[in-house]
């Protein structure tokens, strides 16, 4: 076998690195190169986007971002912000380069730790973290009574009534109400709120591959999300909903037209995304039929000492998610983004 180089990725070379993503049965929408840029951009964090290639060949790559904060320490991250990441490779000598170069670089940075978001088996030096994370997803059809008998009945009952208040959806161009209701949303929940920038950076960087769709209620938007396509995937990453919203089946009729119109679009799977065990957004993904994944990422432990623990479920963060959930709107929208920025 020919040998193998690793390098930085390099200006010029993003088509080639997401044509490898694309054609690689692991690559996924979180390790195309365009998150490179949005994370540059949005958080001024350090990106490493690493390339292994033989004969000057692509086979493999590994997005690596640097997490450096005082609230939880200094990591290397694949990929941040992102509920996937870690090594795509052709082979296991190509996986091993990469893993090698992770650690190279983290060390390097005096990083505390690598972590990737994978979700296979670790190598024999690495560790799993807690599994604090599953994933949904799911087949859908091209037919939507196939999709809506699929809904268990109860959960149906919730997408019919949303459609029966006289509901409407809406494809936006750019990201104002997505950003104010995901502000109010994730302020309930006791969560700091993304920048309104970081959400256009996504819009502007992946184009028809992302879209915003909002729903409204006699002319006032209540629910809206930020959906990805990959492949064969529909992912509605970033959403929230008003509290009127749960009056009306806002949320419920959300992603039944983010389905529906998914599915005309081409799309055959579902994938709503990571949620924490126990909270309500586990329940409410599981009331739709969708059966839990567990998630359990790779960590490289480049210090002697606990993994940084980011859950918000932890007792220690719950007087502040009290506090957060108590601010006035204003106040989140300025402080939540100096804060996310820290957590990846």
């Known amino acids: 076998m020919e040998p193998l180089s690793a390098k930085v990725l390099d200006t010029g070379g993003e088509a080639a690195w997401d044509a490898y993503v694309r054609s690689h049965s692991l690559g996924t929408f979180f390790h195309l190169a365009g998150w490179k840029r949005v994370i540059e951009e949005a958080f001024g964090h350090r990106t490493f986007y690493l390339v292994a290639e033989r004969q000057g060949a692509i086979c493999g790559i590994l997005p690596l971002t640097q997490i450096k904060s005082l609230l939880f320490g200094n990591s290397l991250i694949s990929n941040a912000f992102c509920v996937r990441g870690g090594i795509v490779a052709s082979d296991a000598e190509a996986n091993e380069l990469l893993r090698r170069e992770a650690i190279h670089i983290g060390r390097e940075l005096d990083a505390d730790s690598v972590e990737f978001r994978s979700s296979g088996q670790p190598s024999s030096s690495w560790q799993l973290g807690e599994p604090v994370y599953v994933n949904f997803r799911r087949a859908i059809s091209d037919n939507d009574e196939v999709n809506l008998n699929a809904i268990p009945r109860k959960q149906r009952a919730m997408v019919r009534k949303g459609s029966a208040n006289g509901l409407k959806a809406e494809i936006d161009h750019d990201v104002r109400r997505l950003h104010q209701i995901y502000a109010e949303s994730v302020r309930r929940l006791g969560t700091p709120v993304f920048s309104r ?148």
């Open 197 to 344: 920038r970081y959400f256009q950076l996504l819009k502007r960087e992946f184009g028809d591959a992302c879209d915003v769709l909002t729903v409204v209620n006699n002319g006032r938007p209540i629910a809206s999300v930020m959906n990805f396509y990959f492949k064969d995937d529909v992912l509605p990453y970033y959403g929230g909903g008003l509290e009127v919203a749960r009056e009306v089946a806002g949320n419920d009729f959300m992603y039944w037209e983010v389905m529906r119109r998914a599915a005309a679009r081409g799309c055959r799977f579902f994938d709503f995304g990571r949620s924490k065990r126990g909270t309500g957004a586990y329940n409410f993904k599981r009331n739709w039929g969708f059966e839990p994944e567990s998630l359990s990422y790779e960590y490289f432990q480049l210090k002697a000492k606990p993994i940084s623990d980011r859950n918000p479920l932890s007792p220690k963060y719950q007087t502040a998610i009290k506090v957060w959930q108590h601010l006035p709107l204003s106040v989140t929208k300025i402080i939540g983004p100096l804060i996310v920025r820290s957590i990846g």
